[in-house]
């Protein structure tokens, strides 16, 4: 499958993004599939997931409560809303997909496929 990140920007803090992965070449509804980000200077670091076929959801402490991940089976797409963003938001964030991980795994990188990343930028 090929994953595609789109929706990026600069933004105000407190502001809200939404961010879009496309995906070509699978049913996406079957693949785990996750938001990493990587701000400069750092690691990257786990945002949230969704387990394949609804399974349900995952989210890193530092954005629950803002940061909301949904799809749209129709449109092979994932989302990944984000409220009231702070500076501390900035960087590339990235989709992934795995056909095989389990709900425990989900905030692990191994993922087997990624997007290019797009940039969120925060204002203070």
């Known amino acids: 499958v090929q994953l595609q990140a789109s929706g990026g920007g600069l933004v105000q803090a407190g502001g809200s993004l939404r961010l879009s992965c496309a995906a070509s070449g699978g049913t996406f509804s079957r693949y785990a599939k996750a938001w990493f980000r990587q701000a400069p200077g750092k690691e990257r670091e786990f945002v949230g997931a969704?387990?394949?076929?609804?399974?349900?959801?995952l989210y890193a402490d530092s954005v629950k409560g803002r940061f909301a991940i949904s799809g749209d089976n129709a449109k092979n797409t994932m989302y990944l809303q984000i409220n009231s963003l702070k500076p501390e938001d900035t960087a590339v964030y990235y989709c992934?997909?795995?056909?095989?991980?389990?709900?425990?795994?989900?905030?692990?990188?191994?993922?087997?496929?990624w997007g290019q990343g797009t940039l969120v930028t925060v204002s203070s």
């Open positions: 992934a997909a795995d056909r095989t991980k389990t709900y425990s795994s989900l905030a692990h990188p191994d993922y087997d496929y």
């Open positions: 969704i387990h394949r076929n609804g399974g349900g959801t």
